[in-house]
């Protein structure tokens, strides 16, 4: 009888179980492969917990604020009270109104006290997704948006506001009186410096996205034209009115923080492209 060689299965070739078949080369550390990744739970509990660090923070903000409330309103109503027509002033009808507008500021003052800390937490949020050599910009970023977020509401307070508000008042004739209430003009000074201080924070948006290489400078510059269009759609959309002075005083700065951001990516961008190439 003539011998057969024995001639192995395929379920024989292949690696066993939990083997790793390599070609004689060691398996990967699986525990090396998952280490410094976040599972989509983790990112939901880290989330969560800068959430409440930055509710806090806001919370500490606002009582801390509304114990100088009353010297805070005076700050506020000062540059529109300039902006009034003579012999005409602020009036609330409500019970509760002035109390309410207290409250309202303390609210905005606190945000303003809390921002660093607030950003703080964005950047902790967002640092697991970055280099270890972009994690030294923490600093520049809290720093960077906070005063950004800063002079936009600055910026709000003493053109922004008093310019729309001058043109409301100047409709005023010697049948019609202008004594607007204070709870919607409070809210419409409120809605227009959040905007304006969200506005702001264009170049450090530009900065980020320039470091996760999602934008470049020439792509904004190419699409500069596109980009006025939008930043008109949004200045109509930030005031509350439809007047054209509020908005091209709306419009004006994010056209200049637009050409900033270019800057800003172009600087950014650079840096990038060479610690790529040092890596290589």
């Known amino acids: 009888m003539a011998l057969v060689p024995f001639k192995k299965s395929q379920d024989e070739d292949k690696p066993a179980l939990g083997q790793y078949d390599s070609g004689g080369m060691e398996p990967p550390d699986e525990e090396d492969d998952l280490d410094g990744r976040m599972s989509f739970l983790d990112h939901l509990d880290e989330l969560r917990k800068r959430l ?86 923490a600093v520049p970023f809290v720093l960077g948006t906070s005063i950004l977020f800063t002079a936009g509401a600055a910026f709000s307070h003493y053109i922004v506001f008093p310019a729309a508000f001058d043109f409301f008042g100047s409709f005023q004739t010697d049948n019609v009186v202008f004594m607007p209430r204070i709870a919607p003009v409070f809210g419409m000074y409120a809605w227009l410096l959040l905007a304006m201080g969200l506005i702001f924070q264009m170049p450090m948006l530009v900065m980020v996205l320039a470091r996760l290489g999602m934008v470049t400078a020439g792509f904004l510059a190419r699409h500069i034209k596109y980009a006025i269009l939008i930043i008109f759609i949004v200045a109509a959309i930030a005031t509350p009115s439809p007047d054209p002075v509020s908005q091209v005083v709306v419009a004006a700065p994010m056209i200049v923080l637009y050409g900033l951001s270019i800057c800003v990516a172009w600087l950014f961008q650079k840096r990038r492209d060479k610690d790529e190439d040092d890596k290589d």
């Open 52 to 137: 409440t660090h930055a509710i806090v923070a806001l919370l500490v903000g606002f009582i801390a604020a509304f114990a100088f409330a009353a010297r805070a309103q005076d700050f506020v109503m000062k540059p529109l009270v300039a902006t009034l027509p003579p012999g005409s002033h602020f009036v609330f009808t409500e019970p509760g109104e002035g109390f309410f507008l207290q409250l309202k500021i303390a609210a905005i003052l606190g945000l303003l006290i809390a921002s660093p800390y607030v950003m703080w937490q964005v950047w902790m949020f967002i640092a697991p997704g970055l280099y270890s050599n972009e994690k030294r910009f």
